[in-house]
Every structure is written in structure tokens, then in C-alpha cells.
């Protein structure tokens, strides 16, 4: 049971170079969630999928798109990188149902854009 | 609105004291709350959830935490720091679609 996996682990990007996120969760849970993490800000979330074949904004959506592929994968697709999206960007699953609010989370993809 | 309020965005201790990490929160709905671990260049790991049972809630590791309603806090203790503590801890809410919504952390460091 890998729980949720991510790759790549590091990227570099020029800017306006495109490029997308891979995630996948072996766990059967129905949501999915993108967040970036940067110094002092905490997570903000980017996507999320409440459920396979929908997705709505977060947070910070500007310069990301997303694709629920099948229950198992949520990709993010970056289009043209800017250095503002230099972060560190976890993908997160949960069950999303009764009181289980618990995310998991996969081990993060460095991207650095110059 | 939901928001999640950490006090203090680093925390330093000495080995075998006493942690004390503090949370509040805003909710207008009875809140699910949690904390999680981020180890150095690692994803967040679950410590431990409130979820309206006992206030008193016991994670892994030796962390503990409770739920306060006339306070809206749920701050993170452990009775005696160890090395392989420090790290940043995450409180989070949960709210609609199952979201959570994060504090900004606190990061721990445990001297010797």
C-alpha cells in the first residue's frame, strides 16, 4: 500500500515553460486536494476534487489547471511557470465521508522556476 | 469564515522539557480539528484529531491535545521533548468538501 505517491520529487522550469504534477492515492478515497507550501505561509490549497469527475478552485487557482483522471489521479498542470510558483506542492487524498476530515498526504514535488 | 491561528512560528526547547504548541480557531459550526507533523523534506504525517468525542485527545509519539470550546484553542503538549521532536507542526480545520484549513505552523526545535 504506497498511500499516495507523487512525482517528479524535484523540477527545474524556465519561465513560461509548462509542465504537470502527477499524483495518485492507492487508498480508494474520493477527494483529492493540491496544496503549495512556502516559508511562513503554511499549506494554501490550490485544487481540490470533491469526487471523481469534479473539481473546484481553492485558494490560490491562478496559473494552475487540474485534471481528475480516474479515482485514483489528480494532476496539476502548470502552463506557463512564473517564479512565483517556486514552491513545494503536496497532493492529498482523504475518504471524504461521515466525520473522516483526515487528509494524507504524498511526499511533495520541489519546483524550482528561474 | 473558518481560520486557524498558530502563536508562535518557532518554538525552542530543551531536551526533556515540557512542549507546548498553541492553536486557536474560528468556526461557526462545531469544529474537526487536527495536527500534523512535517519532518524535514517530507510530506505532513497525521498526529492526532479531535472529532467530538473525548476533549482530551492522544496522538502518536507522545503528543497530546485538547479541545477547549470557551477558549478555541486546541493546543499540542508532550510532557518531555525528544530530538527526534523537532519539526514543524501544522493545526488544521476541517470545513466544507473536507477541506482543511491550515495554520501557518510552528516549527519546533529541541536543544540538547
Known amino acids: 500500500n504506497a498511500g499516495v505517491t507523487q512525482t517528479p520529487k524535484f523540477q527545474v522550469l524556465k519561465t513560461g515553460q509548462s509542465m504537470t504534477l502527477q499524483c495518485a492515492q492507492d487508498?480508494?478515497?474520493?477527494?483529492m486536494y493540491w496544496y503549495r507550501q512556502d516559508p511562513g505561509m503554511g499549506l494554501r490549497l490550490i485544487y481540490y476534487?470533491?469526487?471523481?469527475?469534479?473539481?473546484d478552485k481553492g485558494e490560490v487557482p491562478n496559473g494552475y489547471n487540474v485534471s481528475r483522471l480516474n479515482k485514483r489521479e489528480f494532476s496539476l498542470r502548470l502552463e506557463s511557470a512564473a517564479p512565483s510558483q517556486t514552491s513545494v506542492y503536496f497532493c492529498a487524498s482523504n475518504v471524504a465521508g461521515g466525520i473522516s476530515y483526515e487528509q494524507y498526504f504524498g511526499p511533495g514535488t520541489r519546483l524550482t522556476v528561474t | 469564515a473558518q481560520s486557524v491561528t498558530q502563536l508562535g512560528s518557532h518554538v525552542s526547547v530543551s531536551e526533556g522539557a515540557l512542549v507546548l504548541l498553541r492553536c486557536n480557531y474560528s468556526?461557526?459550526?462545531?469544529?474537526?480539528l487536527f495536527w500534523y507533523v512535517q519532518y524535514p523534506n517530507q510530506g505532513l504525517q497525521l498526529l492526532l484529531k479531535?472529532?467530538?468525542?473525548?476533549?482530551l485527545v492522544k496522538g502518536i509519539n507522545g503528543f497530546e491535545a485538547e479541545f477547549k470550546k470557551s477558549e478555541t484553542s486546541f493546543h499540542l503538549t508532550k510532557p518531555s521533548a525528544h530530538m527526534s521532536d523537532a519539526a514543524e507542526y501544522f493545526c488544521a480545520l476541517g470545513g466544507s468538501n473536507y477541506k482543511l484549513t491550515f495554520g501557518k505552523g510552528t516549527l519546533l526545535t529541541v536543544n540538547p
Open positions: 479531535y472529532t467530538s468525542a473525548a476533549t
Open positions: 476534487s470533491a469526487s471523481e469527475g469534479t473539481t
Open positions: 487508498m480508494n478515497h474520493n477527494s
Open positions: 468556526s461557526s459550526v462545531p469544529p474537526y
